[in-house]
């Protein structure tokens, strides 16, 4: 029928624009796990920094990985693939990955902040001789925070799916006898909150970190310091900047994709989901642009395929 063609085109379409978005991903993120480690094996020795970007790093990674994977799966294994209990552990780790991410970005930009910003506060100054300390914290507190939701996603989904025990098809196991909207409407309130916590985190961070970058710069402006250390706070400026913009976008399709997966609107899903993909990448840019030892790695490893490849 006409409907099934559409549907094959769409999920086609799909899968395609997922593999340009998660393959590219998964290698910058495999990247930044395998420098990591590579530097703790030679130093014997970890940051606090270097924790929460290799978490970052897994994180993402897998992410990208398993939603490729589940993605594809579903096109060539359509009765399959969302047979019991595929479609709940498929939503389960989906969570616990994306709710992890955001949390553990959170950490990173409050970690950012306390590091660099310079403020005369005895509160500030205690979190920036503890900092070190309250990291491992931050991290597991994120990922606890991510479990809980995981497992709640897990039993919700499940519910819906012994509500119909006869779907063999996505759109069947959307069409529970009772209302989606009854099961899923408390989930999705709750996962707003969920976000909404990490962005606070993120903007309040980035203000303050912004406002003390802004201070200094127009003081070393004045007292007339060199152009290099200038040119340096516009460009922890500009990373800030833009980690802002992005992570702000990620959260309004967050929101969207939550409304719009209760309207059942696929075309526009698609088009939210496509940003969706596309942040971990982004942003894991933007993390090796803004640190030195990471861009000269990558810088050295580009060089070194360019020359391989001419080569040949």
């Known amino acids: 029928s006409q409907d099934s063609?559409?549907?094959?085109?769409?999920?086609?379409?799909?899968v395609v624009i997922i593999t340009l978005q998660a393959l590219p991903g998964m290698w910058i993120n495999a990247f930044i796990v395998s420098v990591l480690c590579i530097a703790w094996v030679k130093k014997?020795?970890?940051?606090?920094?270097?924790?929460?970007?290799?978490?970052?790093g897994c994180l993402r990674f897998w992410y990208l990985c398993i939603t490729w994977m589940y993605s594809f799966a579903s096109i060539i294994y359509p009765s399959c693939i969302y047979a019991h209990p595929i479609p709940q552990l498929f939503a389960a780790s989906q969570t616990l990955l994306n709710c992890s991410n955001l949390w553990v970005s959170a950490c990173l930009s409050v970690f950012y902040c306390i590091k660099i910003a310079n403020f005369r506060h005895n509160f500030f100054n205690y979190l920036k001789v503890k900092i070190d300390r309250i990291v491992p914290w931050l991290l597991l507190g994120s990922v606890l925070l991510s479990l809980v939701m995981c497992i709640i996603v897990y039993e919700i989904t499940d519910e819906v799916h012994c509500n119909n025990l006869n779907s063999t098809t996505l759109e069947n196991f959307?069409?529970?006898?009772?209302?989606?909207?009854?099961?899923?409407?408390?989930?999705?309130?709750?996962?707003?909150?969920v976000f909404a916590g990490a962005f606070m985190a993120v903007i309040f961070s980035a203000f303050l970190l912004l406002c003390s970058l802004w201070k200094h710069k127009r003081k070393m402006q004045t007292n007339s310091v060199k152009n290099l250390r200038v040119e340096a706070h516009i460009k922890a400026m500009k990373s800030i900047l833009s980690f802002f913009f992005i992570y702000s976008m990620n959260f309004v399709f967050l929101i969207l994709i939550l409304i719009y997966s209760l309207k059942k609107e696929t075309e526009e899903m698609l088009l939210f989901l496509m940003f969706q993909y596309t942040f971990p990448s982004v942003h894991s840019l933007i993390?090796?642009?803004?640190?030195?030892?990471?861009?000269?790695?990558?810088?050295?490893t580009l060089s070194w395929v360019k020359c391989k490849v001419c080569m040949r």
């Open 174 to 193: 959307w069409k529970p006898n009772l209302s989606v909207e009854e099961y899923f409407l408390p989930l999705y309130v709750t996962c707003g909150f």
């Open 5 to 14: 063609i559409n549907a094959t085109t769409y999920n086609a379409i799909s």
């Open 287 to 300: 993390l090796i642009f803004s640190n030195p030892k990471l861009e000269k790695t990558l810088l050295r």
């Open 44 to 56: 014997k020795s970890f940051n606090s920094n270097e924790k929460i970007l290799l978490l970052l």
